[in-house]
């Protein structure tokens, strides 16, 4: 072998010659008289150049070391003795006095990919090197050993290399310094008959591909010829994939990386397209999504090669083998019930679970009715507003000097700050993982840290609202059983939703319609009774739901595992209602209307103006005046400081408010619904 590769080099003297002949001559050959002695007459000259203008002057030494350093210089240039070329360059040698030592290789080079463009000696130079300093194949020094294949394979395949040198075999083989790692040649052949990466007959073909591989992965490659993968390829079927198809082509990344993690749900759904969907519209789908690398992926459910039908006894996700799969992650909430989750639900298929398929009809209907109605009455509202604002109908809603009436008390402001904090939290805590794809929402979640740190800030929003709601109902509770209070339940000062709350919606939107003047208001509206009323409502649902999904092991010792899937749809659809209600309605309803624009600090300081509270809540004030209680009920104005702090948190809420309502509805247009 070794003096075929150095005929072969030789082929480039002429080319590429840049030893210091007459050294070398002298060293290896030189009785005088002999033939290399009379080159020496001539090439003895240092200012001697080769047909390409180099210089011939290179140290003996690395002639002598080469895997050609028995030849001669006539073994190549056979006609060097028998033409007169004084001090010129020699012609260059034929290819096929190379082939006297390499006709096995140049043969196959000839029917390579590399020799269908053509065969020259410079093809063997550009993987070789320098045919006078040539070593032998077995030398870690030689231009083609496994560390400098990187460097000469890399000169012409560039976008190769680059994603090769990211991959688990270069760090390998260059940083770990294990030679036996595999580099250009172990995975595609010898680079004398290398083919294309698609021909049939190549290494890295499909046909070949997982035997390639297996060279090194010899387990995972019996592993994988016994999955349900393993099995297509060796009957032939194209549509199966092989070891290329999931861990790409030379960019092979470890697989236990958060890129990697990220990117094999996606392989995977190259070919399981319904499969994927149903995963990508899971909590395991959307955390992974955002960079939550402990969740649960295709690999870590059903192995990433001994992939097999859960009807088959041996498959990891067989009921047999469904308990000791899940607890990897769930081993304290594993049971019976849990052990029925569908991973893959699809709510919009009845006949995968009919259950969870009306639950998210019933959802469904509830988010499109609440948007659909609200949406229409507050553009009649916005429209007659701004004609209102235009006519001067309204009073100013500056800062005013004048009397002020008392309309919350300081423990409701301190409550409703609580409310605002932690809601705002759960919002911007939950959403990014309700549009996991939206362009916004990776983002969002890395401000918190990640979906793992979210999650621990998002319970701690939960356990504030269960605090808050639980305070508040137990206030209620004590003012009308130990102190014997009334009107909680029905009259001006309830919330409930009574009979006159009715006449007041049909005149309002009258009102809208310019059929009638604006209707005198009580203490609370409809649309503020619908938002106290929405909160006992989102918190019973929102709250119950987390909970199920929060402890899914405790629930489902006396639920079915369907009540999760249940759970999740219900939790996610109440969450993008509550937060949309109050990011847009809400909003609009207190701060951002024009009688109020740009925001109403009353919920602050607790205040409104005298003037404005006559304008707005007729009904109560004239209730207050006859019952002779407006008069305690005065206040001063607030102060400058606290309307500077009023604005300041006002403004921020509502910011991050609109702010997070704009990523709802860019999510929404983008088709980032699920």
Request: charged share 15%; proline share 7%.
């Amino acid at each position: 072998m070794a003096p075929a590769i150095a005929a072969a080099f030789l082929c480039l003297l002429p080319l590429a010659f840049r030893v210091n002949v007459a050294s070398a001559l002298a060293a290896a050959a030189g009785a005088p008289g002999s033939d290399n002695a009379k080159c020496l007459d001539c090439h003895n000259d240092p200012t001697f150049k080769d047909e390409a203008g180099h210089s011939l002057s290179v140290l003996a030494a690395t002639f002598e070391s080469s895997a050609h350093r028995g030849l001669a210089c006539a073994d190549c240039h056979a006609d060097a003795l028998s033409v007169r070329h004084p001090r010129q360059p020699l012609g260059r040698v034929p290819l096929a006095t190379c082939a006297g030592c390499h006709a096995d290789q140049i043969n196959t080079l000839a029917a390579s990919v590399h020799g269908m463009r053509g065969m020259s000696p410079t093809l063997c130079a550009s993987c070789h090197g320098d045919v006078h300093a040539a070593l032998r194949p077995q030398n870690p020094n030689n231009s083609m050993s496994a560390v400098n294949q990187v460097r000469n394979c890399g000169s012409c395949h560039q976008s190769m290399m680059e994603g090769y040198l990211t991959s688990v075999h270069a760090h390998a083989l260059l940083v770990a310094g294990l030679t036996s790692a595999p580099a250009c040649t172990d995975c595609h052949g010898s680079g004398h008959g290398i083919q294309r990466a698609a021909s049939p007959g190549a290494p890295t073909s499909f046909a070949h591909n997982p035997e390639t591989c297996g060279k090194c992965h010899v387990g995972i490659l019996r592993q994988w010829e016994e999955s349900t993968h393993g099995t297509l390829w060796q009957q032939g079927h194209k549509d199966g994939p092989v070891c290329s198809t999931c861990h790409e082509a030379h960019a092979i990344t470890a697989p236990s990386s958060a890129h990697m993690r990220q990117q094999f749900p996606n392989e995977c759904g190259t070919c399981h397209a319904k499969v994927y969907q149903s995963f990508h519209d899971s909590f395991h789908g959307k955390a992974g999504a955002l960079g939550f690398t402990a969740v649960a992926i295709c690999s870590d459910c059903h192995t990433p090669h001994h992939n097999l039908p859960p009807g088959d006894p041996r498959s990891s996700v067989n009921p047999a083998h469904l308990a000791a799969t899940c607890g990897k992650c769930h081993a304290r909430e594993v049971n019976a019930g849990f052990l029925t989750f569908d991973p893959h639900a699809n709510p919009r298929d009845p006949t995968r679970n009919a259950y969870v398929h009306w639950v998210w009809v019933l959802m469904t209907a509830l988010l499109l009715g609440v948007f659909g109605f609200f949406g229409l009455h507050d553009l009649l509202w916005l429209q007659r507003s701004v004609v209102g604002k235009l006519r001067g109908e309204y009073p100013s809603a500056r800062p005013s000097t004048e009397p002020h009436v008392r309309r919350f008390t300081g423990t409701q402001i301190v409550l409703h700050l609580i409310v605002i904090l932690s809601f705002l939290l759960l919002a911007a805590t939950g959403l990014p993982l309700k549009f996991a794809g939206a362009p916004w929402a990776p983002a969002l979640m890395a401000m918190w840290g990640g979906p793992h740190a979210a999650g621990i800030l998002h319970r701690i929003g939960a356990v504030v609202t269960f605090g808050y709601f639980g305070f508040h109902v137990l206030t209620v509770l004590y003012r009308m059983v130990f102190k014997h209070e009334h009107g909680y339940l029905w009259g001006p000062r309830s919330m409930v939703p009574q009979p006159s709350d009715v006449r007041d919606f049909i005149a309002n939107v009258a009102y809208f319609l310019y059929l009638r003047p604006r209707p005198q208001f009580d203490r609370w509206t409809y649309w503020e009774k619908f938002d106290y009323m929405a909160v006992f409502w989102g918190v019973g649902m929102i709250g119950v739901t987390g909970l199920m999904l929060w402890f899914p092991g405790l629930f489902t010792r006396v639920l079915p595992g369907w009540v999760l899937n249940a759970a999740y749809i219900a939790h996610s659809d109440e969450a993008l209602l509550a937060t949309g209600f109050i990011f847009v309605f809400h909003f609009f309803h207190t701060h951002l209307r024009p009688e109020s624009f740009p925001m109403d600090p009353s919920v602050f300081t607790g205040r409104v103006p005298l003037e404005r509270f006559k304008e707005e809540r007729p009904r109560e004030y004239q209730r207050l005046v006859a019952t002779q209680q407006l008069e305690r009920m005065l206040r001063p104005a607030p102060t400058r400081a606290e309307l500077v702090r009023a604005y300041v948190f006002g403004f921020a809420a509502v910011a991050v408010g609109v702010a997070l309502a704009i990523g709802i509805f860019v999510a929404l247009i983008g088709g980032y619904t699920h």
